[in-house]
T-cell receptor, first 116, second 113 residues
């Protein structure tokens, strides 16, 4: 069964601090995709990144970076030098590729508050 | 290139009523998926439509039903509304078999009183 766990319900930091959001997943599929989405107060889901299970290279995009480790079934997200505009709920999600399942399974989200 | 659009933006209904939400997929997409996001939770998959048929369904009762039209747009219907149906309803579109490239709409916020 697919499952995504985001153990951190809420995180509060001061601007310019680095912050890491944790994501642990479960799947029996050998081919799958992992995602991070940002949801600001407006409610729209903003796509941040997608990784497939064969690509464990870490990725950096500006202040954002992602650490994918299959050995620990984790896909963590780090924001460097956080800004107030980073305040939002962040969701990690999983999609299996081989089972024929077309759905995304989301974690419960981590609410990040960046204080000035 | 228009993205995924949903209507209405907000909706208030009374317990026991019925509601219809609408979704137009991104241009070129043929598959629509619906998700329910309760307050403080992650989105949960309701069902997916492709070729005007329900292809996959999550753990939702039969009160939740849908439809897809020949132009690929879709409706989500919820009958006999309960207070617990209050949520943000998100529509996502993709090409069939490419769930890893789903594009989400802005959502419809449903409040049941």
């Amino acid at each position: 069964a697919q499952k995504v766990t985001q153990a951190q319900t809420e995180i509060s930091v001061v601007e310019k601090e680095d912050v890491t959001l944790d994501c642990v997943y479960e799947t029996r599929d050998t081919t799958y995709y992992l995602f991070w989405y940002k949801q600001p107060p407006s409610g729209e889901l903003v796509f941040l990144i997608r990784r497939n299970s064969f690509d464990e290279q870490n990725e950096i995009s500006g202040r954002y970076s992602w650490n994918f480790q299959k050995s620990t079934s984790s896909f963590n997200f780090t924001i460097t030098a956080s800004q107030v505009v980073d305040s939002a709920v962040y969701f990690c999600a999983l999609s299996e590729a081989l089972t024929g399942s077309e759905k995304l399974v989301f974690g419960k989200g981590t609410k990040l508050t960046v204080n000035p | 290139d228009a993205g995924v659009t949903q209507s209405p933006t907000h909706l208030i209904k009374t317990r026991g009523q019925q509601v219809t939400l609408r979704c137009s997929p991104k241009s070129g997409h043929d598959t629509v998926s619906w998700y329910q996001q309760a307050l403080g939770q992650g989105p949960q998959f309701i069902f997916q439509y492709y070729e005007e048929e329900e292809r996959q369904r999550g753990n939702f009762p039969d009160r939740f039903s849908g439809h897809q039209f020949p132009n690929y747009s879709s409706e989500l219907n919820v009958n006999a509304l309960l207070l617990g149906d209050s949520a943000l309803y998100l529509c996502a579109s993709s090409l069939f078999g490419r769930a890893y490239e789903q594009y989400f709409g802005p959502g419809t916020r449903l409040t049941v009183t």
